[in-house]
């Protein structure tokens, strides 16, 4: 069974950079046909998509966070990495790691828990 941990400082200064790690378990990213997702949602609001890396190391990002956000990955630890430049407040929001099953199901299979992360300073 996969699990996805999140981890990462739960406060970031603005303009400063977000950096979360999502450790995954019981499985490898570079898995045939699966694509790995941050997702955020702030407070108050609805889920918000970032971007993926799939298995073979492709990057995708959502074209508002487009210019700010970096997706990476070591295969090594079976981890991948969000970095999200130039904070603000408004960047304040619980941050999701999430799986795609793109086999041909076509949805989000499998959710870390989720980490809060605060823009303050």
């Known amino acids: 069974q996969v699990q996805l941990q999140e981890s990462g400082p739960g406060l970031v200064k603005p303009s400063q950079t977000l950096s979360l790690t999502c450790t995954v378990s019981g499985g490898s990213i570079t898995t045939n046909s699966y694509y790995w997702n941050w997702i955020r949602q702030p407070p108050g609001k609805g889920l918000e998509w970032m971007g993926y890396?799939?298995?073979?190391?492709?990057?995708y990002y959502s074209p508002s966070l487009q210019s700010r956000t970096s997706i990476s990955r070591d295969t090594s630890k079976n981890q991948y990495t969000l970095q999200l430049t130039s904070v603000t407040p408004e960047d304040t929001a619980v941050y999701y790691c999430?799986?795609?099953?793109?086999?041909?199901?076509?949805?989000?299979?499998?959710w870390g828990q989720g980490t809060q992360v605060t823009v303050s300073s």
């Open positions: 999430a799986r795609f099953d793109g086999s041909g199901n076509n949805f989000f299979d499998t």
């Open positions: 890396i799939g298995y073979e190391g492709s990057t």
